[in-house]
Nanobody, 126 residues
Framework: QVQLVETGGGLVQAGGSLRLSCAASGRTFNPYAYTMGWFRQAPGKEREFVAAISWSGGSTLSSDSVKGRFTISRDNAKNTVYLQMNSLKPEDTAVYYC?????????????????WGQGTQVTVSS
């Protein structure tokens, strides 16, 4: 089992920044074997892919809606993945979820991920 805990959400004005963190733990968790991803879900909408990063950090993918504004990174020594969010817009308002999968591939769909955190709320005011 793997446990994921997200922190760093909050209320911010449009144009501002936030950094989300996701700490992973669990007896079977080896950061060098797991891809990490961030997803978000706005009220009334489906959960959508935001960004993902390979176990080494050498490969990343992000959605077109956040490209150039959000950056995913990880620190394997701390079992933590980050999402730096800059130039935030009201449409970025959502619950942000961290997820992980035991794979070497950088995957982008919700069904491919095995473990999920509880989510952290991000609200961007206009």
């Amino acid at each position: 089992q793997v446990q994921l805990v997200e922190t760093g959400g909050g209320l911010v004005q449009a144009g501002g920044s936030l950094r989300l963190s996701c700490a992973a733990s669990g007896r079977t968790f080896n950061p060098y074997a797991y891809t990490m991803g961030w997803f978000r879900q706005a009220p009334g909408k489906e959960r959508e892919f935001v960004a993902a990063i390979s176990w080494s950090g050498g490969s990343t993918l992000s959605s077109d809606s956040v490209k150039g504004r959000f950056t995913i990174s990880r620190d394997n020594a701390k079992n933590t993945v980050y999402l730096q969010m800059n130039s935030l817009k009201p449409e970025d308002t959502a619950v942000y979820y961290c997820a992980t999968k035991h794979t070497t591939l950088v995957v982008t769909t919700t069904s491919e991920y095995d473990y999920w955190g509880q989510g952290t709320q991000v609200t961007v005011s206009s």
